[in-house]
């Protein structure tokens, strides 16, 4: 069954990696979420962020997949003076991550699996290009810039986030595709 495929594959790629599938019609959409969107620093500065994503939506779209993967990695924080970095290195590193599994999907006949990262897109160093992005085929949207309310839909499976993150600090990813 491809579920647990695409879970060996990401322990394959990542043991530390936990994952849990997912019926994607349960993730929890809100407004509120996307106005945090607007006061981010990266808020009309990256092109995978507000106000700079397509105007879909988002709900319909996600619910025209069948199944879902939630990917989690963790990361602890010894110092307080560490977390900056440990922040900025662990959104480029999920975000691999996804995009390895989008290739694995893509090898299994699914060539429209689509992943969804936890945070901002932090693959340019220099940060985004100024007319478009830099990265176009690797980027990745934010799961709370389509107004997802990650917290609350991985409540469900049994998943806490608490904040602050000042020991562990947990990313979150997404990867969706559709049954052939």
Known sequence: MLKNEVQNYL??????????????????FEENVKMNCFYCGK????????PNLPNIDYKKMLSEYDAGLIVILSFNIKKKSDYA???????????????????????????NALSFIGGSCKLCKGGCGKERCNNPYMSRTPIEALGINIIKSVKEYDIEIKFPADKVLKRIGLLLWQEV
């Open 11 to 28: 322990k394959a790629l990542d043991p530390e990696a936990e994952s849990v599938i997912i019926d994607p019609s349960k993730l929890i």
């Open 43 to 50: 808020y009309n500065h990256n092109w995978r962020c507000p």
């Open 85 to 111: 970095r440990i922040r900025n290195d662990s959104s480029v590193t999920l975000h691999k991550l996804l995009l390895e599994l989008e290739k694995w999907m893509y090898d299994q006949n699914r060539p």
